[in-house]
């Protein structure tokens, strides 16, 4: 049963080129053959004032880092009220829900799409779907796999490359048994007291992204 999952989330894969969270809980945390970064990946990440950066000796693992605070304000999301700190660095906050704003300081590292091959247009949705699941696996209860699962769909159809059925199907259905890309451990998630109740916070009027 285990190897005909594989097989059929490998050939999902090398099919459609856009899973980004299905192989290590299919292979044990291995990297799947076919998984690969786009050139313009570490090009992009040359230019001046680029949002994150490239690192080749970790790929095709944590090899990105973002060089840049990245907020999301998305009336579809809420994340609650938290902040995440880095278990090694406990005064360091990594990312931080603020209702329907969540925000991923400088310097997270992730891998794209966990199989397949990594389009620039990925890196957003990854990025975020990564950081959303690494929080989940800290125990910030506040989210829904399924919402976030929705969300990365969402963000991948906006940048031009759609999931498809099959391999959304397969995200659903594997995406919760493993962390977004070995992380987890690392974040130590901190609830704000007093914080808001979800129907009294105030929804931003469109989904934006904001990157300082």
């Not at 992009?44 to 944590?62: C, F, I, K, R, V």
């Not at 490359?161 to 493993?178: E, H, K, M, N, Q």
Request: glycine share 6%; charged share 20%; aromatic share 10%.
């Amino acid at each position: 049963m285990k190897k005909t999952l594989f097989l059929a989330a490998l050939a999902t894969c090398c099919m459609f080129n856009n899973s980004c969270i299905i192989a290590s809980a299919i292979a044990q945390n291995e990297h799947l053959a076919g998984k690969s970064m786009d050139p313009a990946i570490a090009a992009n990440a040359q230019q001046p004032n680029s949002w994150y950066e490239y690192l080749p000796e970790y790929a095709p693992g944590l090899c990105l880092k973002t060089t840049k605070t990245i907020t999301w304000q998305d009336p579809h999301m809420y994340v609650g009220y938290w902040k995440g700190y880095a278990i090694s660095e406990p005064d360091t906050v990594v990312m931080e829900a603020r209702g329907y704003t969540f925000i991923l300081y400088s310097g997270y590292q992730w891998d794209g799409n966990s199989m397949g091959h990594t389009m620039p247009e990925h890196l957003m949705p990854s990025l975020r779907h990564d950081a959303l699941y690494h929080a989940l696996k800290e125990q910030a209860y506040v989210l829904d796999r399924e919402a976030i699962d929705q969300a990365y769909q969402t963000d991948c159809k906006e940048n031009g490359v759609p999931l498809d059925a099959f391999t959304y199907r397969l995200i659903r259905l594997f995406g919760g048994s493993f962390n977004d890309a070995g992380m987890h451990g690392t974040l130590t998630v901190k609830h704000t007291p007093n914080a808001p109740k979800k129907e009294d916070t105030p929804k931003p009027p469109a989904k934006t992204i904001t990157i300082q």
